[in-house]
């Protein structure tokens, strides 16, 4: 891959989000394979499709690409996105797009990672405050992508600190997380949000530790009053699915 954004493409622009929209859509145009099936090029889609920028023509996969200027290592833990209830609605959907988050700095490409669709819940998309009536765009309503509460295991590196991660270790990390794709919403919120839990804990860790979130899922699930039943559902799951091993009594050890 080539790192570098083709900066001329840029001069016919003002704004400084037209101009990263610009270079970062074109730089994944020419260097982007499609991280499902491995399909060399990933085409583009006419302009001002909501939420999707580019799809495979091989297994019709969609995807959207957002960017942030970003020095440190690693990638954000917020991205600006659209329309609340436009992103919303199109990430309950049942086809529901996948994500490329893509960090740049000094024009050239730092970071790239792919966010398979089944990690998305309503809950980590953050809704900002509507533009005042002053302006041009009154009541407008934008939201943010909160990263951070998507568990790391959903999150395929494809550049790391500017190094690429070879393409068959990128498909194979997808292929293996495919069965981890829950289309029924309340099952994939389950799922993330034990997950979540479990990239707080270290290597091994114990039933008792992960019990200890069960006020914050109760939280998140008011309607569900079996949450410790939930939690050993969840880990036997992941367990019987090969992200975690069962060591011995109520003792589990993260596997990659």
């Not at 580019?54 to 690409?65: K, V």
């Not at 992103?87 to 790239?112: A, D, E, G, W």
């Not at 109760?218 to 949450?227: A, G, L, M, R």
Request: with cysteine; net charge positive.
């Amino acid at each position: 891959m080539d790192f570098l954004f083709n900066t001329s493409l840029a001069d016919a622009y003002h704004s400084a989000t037209q101009k990263a929209r610009v270079l970062t859509e074109d730089w994944l145009g020419r260097n982007m394979y499609c991280p499902i099936c491995g399909t060399p090029v990933l085409r583009h889609f006419e302009a001002n499709r909501p939420v999707a920028d580019f799809y495979c023509t091989e297994c019709r996969a969609e995807y959207e690409l957002k960017s942030k200027k970003h020095k440190s290592s690693g990638i954000c833990d917020k991205i600006n996105d659209g329309e609340y209830n436009k992103m919303i609605s199109r990430i309950t959907s049942l086809n529901n797009p996948n994500f490329f988050i893509l960090t740049h700095t000094q024009n050239k490409v730092r970071n790239l990672v792919f966010i398979p669709n089944y990690f998305f819940v309503p809950e980590i998309i953050e809704k900002r405050k509507p533009l005042s009536e002053h302006t041009r765009r009154a009541g407008w309503t934008g939201c943010i992508i909160n990263i951070s509460t998507i568990p790391q295991y959903g999150k395929i590196y494809i550049i790391k600190d500017s190094i690429e991660i070879k393409h068959t270790e990128v498909l194979a990390t997808y292929k293996h997380l495919e069965s981890l794709r829950v289309q029924k919403l309340e099952s994939r919120g389950w799922l993330m949000d034990v997950l979540q839990c479990v990239d707080k804990l270290g290597e091994y860790f114990s039933l008792d530790e992960m019990y200890n979130f069960i006020p914050l899922l109760q939280t998140k699930h008011p309607n569900n009053h079996f949450v410790d039943a939930k939690i050993r559902q969840q880990l036997q799951m992941l367990r019987d699915k090969g992200f975690l091993e069962f060591t011995h009594g109520g003792h589990y050890r993260k596997l990659q």
